[in-house]
Every structure is written in structure tokens, then in C-alpha cells.
């Protein structure tokens, strides 16, 4: 069944269309679009698609340094200012045609058809891009939403159990600091445990619906959104300091854990916010075993002096906080700012292994930093 | 005098002041913002700025390859989403800092000095970048306006009469688009010919205000504000066919003499519009002039041929048609689409020959193309 809603954004609203059959139907409604792909999905491409550019998708070619490549490419396609991009693919095509489109001749248009459930249920809209520079991850990035955001369910089928799960993270985040309402209605959706497209897409559009109240009410970042970095502060310096060893998706849902064992330290929780985080805790952790018994034991172990450093590096905190996103009260999520000293950073080292240990991936503690305050 | 006015854009308004002493004054008050300055500038900065980072203003340098550079010296400066740019030069700077500014951390706030004359009267205002790719100039770009302008007049002193004739080319530019009572009044300020700070002062100002209504009624480039190409495709041309042997504003002074022979030529103009474009046209020969007898005559000869290749190449025309600006009926200008062909292309090669005899700058002229329509 074909569903659609629409965001509005400042350059304009645009609809989200989930359904099957939705890449064959906009190629043949527009011959003429420039076909931008992951080259791993290239096979799913129909036939007649006169101009096209595949993509490695991986982690470096979303660098500042590859953009010129793909720019040229584009304009070796063609490209200009009357064209039209499709952009097929995961979180890194659409990193990758989002700034470039936005920068193209100073900005064309674009849609985007996202193949991976995180894409589908989290990034594809919001119209962020994020763009590493010389290995810092993410440092520079832009808004530049695309005109139609297609969601074609029979992308699931090319998915591994990991992709999977790390998409039902980021689906669950988003309810989960949309409200204990929100969360409790994607726990009943998502309890089923059957993964097929009908279900996925289900919880697809909630979690799309409540990102776009988000979105809509605070498109540049500045307040309700930055609740959406739930997990990703603590995620991402696992995902940085195990050198990108898991997906982005799996460390978001690592990353709520740490959060909830640091309120948890903090005694941030009422009886009543407890009770929720362990509602969140048993689903990440059911997930997590979806993943398979050796998932995490089969693994190098972690070397938590890197995780430390990565997340010190963040380019979220302030110079004398960090910040971090976590459950108070009775469960809602707020930004907060912690002292940014060695005790405080050896708390957050303590969640991190107790958290490591909880799920069975080896780790080397970090050691107290020389001279630290 | 100070006089400032306000521009309002789709991300706030910005207020643009101009006078003397601006930058002692923004930096005593301002002790954190981050300086990014041409190098050739330093030594006009007050003491006690204690975070810069200076750039060559070459035109390499506002490269999408050269930007990772520049992303990490703003990371080594300590730069974070909290920071302020202070951005001191002409339009290299200006490009790479609204650039720079646009991305980092998905945008941060800056404030621009402009310091070439050029950058004063035009292109301070409208929060354009324009960035070269392997070589392609200016096929990327966007928009991210400055938080305030403060024009310092005293970098006037800095300016050789070269880039003074330049920024009057685009100045004078801006106020024909306007209309011919913006015009004449334009002429009637710059007619003493004395080019010392204030009577600059007045022009520049009156040069923005009157871009002020073009960008306002039209940020994004969809109608009236393409109206200020006027010059810039031939300009450009041969900017980049004579591998940018004369500076942006001169080109474009002689990129408006080649579009009005080409509207004379096209039979375009009444005679209230020859006699409009006669008046441009003195003016601009005028200033030619104060560059120096040998300015022209010294140099290598043009080749046509390359000129019109750059020409041809131009992003701004359509596959059938080429785009120009030229002035129609009474001198008011239009956007035009010329069929793109191998007649309008050796008419507009004879218009380049023209204009290159009346300011006696020799060439070689282009050979028609083989198997051309």
C-alpha cells in the first residue's frame, strides 16, 4: 500500500512516499532525471536509464576531498541548472548528492529513494548532509532538502540483519524522544518481531511522522532537534575509535545504553523513568541478539583510550562541557552539559564498559589522562 | 562618515555600514572573533588579535579542492559552532569565507571586510560564493550572507587604479540595470573624476543600495537579479581565455562594451537606447583610459578561439541557446536566449574584435568550427 505525508522545510515542502514498485515507476515517469547510485544497487536499476553515476559507498568517499570527483562527474553527465538528481542509496549517497546538489551551479534539485532501513526510517528527511574533512568525521555539512523522498520497501530484501537493526535504532530513538506516548505506540507496531516489508514500513512512517514534528519545528538545530543526537554522542566515538568496525546504527544503539547507565549513575531517573529505560534497554538488547551470539565476542577488542579520545573530540561540546543527551524525571530526554573534567570523563568510561560487558564485547580500559584536572 | 542601510535576506538581515576606522573599531570590540584575511592584508590588522589565519588571495585558492585546507586551519584556530568569522579581503576571501562559513559545522556566523574596491561596491552584498572545480570556474557555489558589512574606507589606499577601475565597472554596472534615473545619477557622482575616499564612499554606497533592490526582490537568482550578468559572459570569457590576465572588473567593463555592440549590431537599441548606451560607453572607455597608456597594447595578443571555447562553455547557457544580457528599446537590459549556433557564435567572435581594436588590445581571430551548423 502506497502512504505519503509531507514536510515543510524553508525552501518548501516536499512529500515522503513509501510503497513497492516506487524506482520503476519514477524512471519511466522521468526518462530524463541523472541517476546517482550506490554501484552495489546498480543491478536494481530498469533498464533505460541513459544517465547515470554509481558510487562507491563507503565512508571516504564522503569526504570534502572526493566532492570534486562527483561534481565533475555530474557535469561529465550533463548536469546543470535545469536538471533533476536521483539519488539511490544509503546515508552515504545521500551525504554525498545532498552537497553536491546544494552546491551544483549553487544548488539544483533533488529526490531521494533511500535503500537502507536507517535511511528510510531516519535520515531521508530532515535535508541534512554530514561530510568528513581529512578524518574528522562530519565536520563540515549543509541543509539542502530534496523535492520527493520515495521509499521503495523492496530495498529491504537487499538488507543484512545488522542494516536492520541498526534502522529499528534509529526508528526507535525518534519515538522515544518524541514521547513515552510515541514510544509506547513503536513498541506495540514493533513487538511483533516479524521484520517483513508490510511491518517495516509501518514503522517506517511512524517513526518518519514523529521526525518531522521535530524537523518542522526546528529544521536548523538549534533546540528540540539536538534531542535527536540520543545515542550519537556516545555512538559515534565507538563507531570512530573501533575505526567504523560497526555500523553507524549499531553504535547509535550502544550509544543509548551509555546514555541511560550515565542518568542512571547520575540517579536522573524517577521510578517511573526507570521503568521506561528498561523498556528501551530489553528492545536494544532483543535487537542486538538478532545480530547473532558472536556479533561482539568474535571482535578485537575495543581500546576505550580511543573511544575516550573521539568522544572528547566532539564537535557538539562547549570548551568547558560536554554535552550529552539523556533521559531525566520520568524518562524525556533532555540536552545537558557535564563538566568537562577527568572525573566525569572516567564516569563515561565506566559506562562504557559496564555497557561493553552487558553485551559481550572485550575492551581495554582507559587509562586516567597525565596532568588531567 | 558613517552611513549604514540594511539588507534583509532569507536567513535575517544584515545591516552594511561604510566609513572610516571600521576595523579598529569591529576588532577592539569584538577581542574573540576569528580573523580570516588575504595575506597581503596582515599588516593593516591592529595588535592584539590573537586568533588568525591568513590565505593567499589567489585564484586557486577558491578551489573545492582547497577548502579541506581551510575547513582545518578554522579547526586549529579552535573554531566551534559558538565562533564568529571575521572575514578581511577582496573577493577570493569573500568566496572562500562564505563558503567555508556556510559548512563548517553546518554553518557558522561571520562578518566581511571587503577590501577591494570591487568587493565594496558589489559583491559585499547578496551572499553569493562562487568556487572553482578542477579548473572549471565558479561551477559550484551557494549562499550564506554575513551577519553584518562594514566597508573600511580606508583600504582604498591599498588599490592600485586598476582594481579601482574595476569595482567602478561593476558599480556602474549595478546602477544601469537599476534604470537610467539610477544611472544618470551614478554619472553624476562619479563625473568629478577625483576618485578619493569619499567621493568613493558615495559611489559605493549608491552602487549598493541599488543592488540591495535586485537581491532583495530576488535572492536566488530565479529573475531580475540575473539582470546583473550584464558584461559577465563575455567578461568572463575572456577572463578565462586570456588565463585571467586582467582582472574580474576589468572584464567585465569590456564584457558590456561586446554585449552592446552586439545589441547595436542586432539593431536592438531606439535611439534614446544608443544614446544611454553611448553614455555607458564613454564612461567606460574613460576609465580604461586612467589604466595607462600601455595597458592593452602591451600584452599578448588574445586568441579568439580560446575565448569563445570559455564562452561556449559558460554554465549559464541553455543547450539550444545561448544567455546574455544586453540592453534592448530605450537601454533597459534583458535576459536573452540566442540560438546557439555557428553564425551568432562568428558574430559575436566579430563583436570581441571590434571592441578589442577600439582598446587596442591585439588578437588572433577565431577560425570557424568544422562540421558546425
Partial sequence: MRESFEVTSSTGRYCVTSGIG?????????????????????KYLPAGVSRKMSIDAIEANKSLEHM????????????????????????????????CASIYMRGIP????????????????????????????????????????LIDMEFVGSLDPEQVVGGLFEAVKICYARGNEEFQEFLLDASGGALAAPDLQRVVMRA???????????????????????????????EAGTSFGISHGIAVG???????????????????????????????HGLLARCGPEFFSSRSPVDLNLVLAKFD?????????????????????????????????????????????DIGWRYHRAAPRKNAA
Fill in 22 to 42: 516506487l524506482l520503476a515507476d519514477v524512471i519511466a515517469e522521468n526518462p530524463g532525471m541523472v541517476v546517482v547510485i550506490d554501484a552495489r544497487l546498480e
Fill in 68 to 99: 570534486p570527483e562527483t561534481i565533475i562527474g555530474l557535469r561529465q553527465q550533463g548536469v546543470d541548472r535545469t536538471s533533476h538528481l536521483l539519488a539511490i542509496g544509503g546515508g552515504v549517497i545521500q551525504d554525498i548528492v545532498t552537497f
Fill in 110 to 149: 533533488w529526490t531521494y529513494m533511500p535503500t537502507t532501513l536507517l535511511g528510510m526510517a531516519d535520515s531521508c528527511i530532515g535535508g541534512k548532509s554530514s561530510v568528513n574533512v581529512q578524518g574528522f568525521k562530519n565536520l563540515v555539512g549543509n541543509f539542502h532538502p530534496p523535492s520527493a523522498v
Fill in 208 to 238: 518518519l511522522r514523529a521526525k518531522k514534528w521535530f524537523i518542522e519545528i526546528d529544521e536548523f538545530d538549534q533546540k528540540e532537534r539536538l534531542l535527536l543526537n540520543f545515542g550519537h554522542t556516545f555512538g559515534h566515538a565507538l
Fill in 254 to 284: 550502544i550509544g543509548m545504553l551509555v546514555a541511560q547507565k550515565y542518568a542512571g549513575r547520575k540517579k536522573w531517573l524517577s521510578a517511573i523513568g526507570e521503568e521506561r529505560s528498561a523498556q528501551l534497554r530489553m528492545y536494544i
Fill in 313 to 357: 573530540n566532539d564537535k557538539k561540546h562547549r570548551r568547558d562541557f560536554y554535552r550529552v543527551v539523556a533521559p531525566r524525571g520520568d524518562g524525556a530526554l533532555e540536552l545537558l552539559s557535564e563538566p568537562r573534567n577527568e572525573a566525569v570523563r572516567l564516569e563515561i568510561a565506566a559506562e562504557y564498559e559496564s555497557v561493553l560487558g
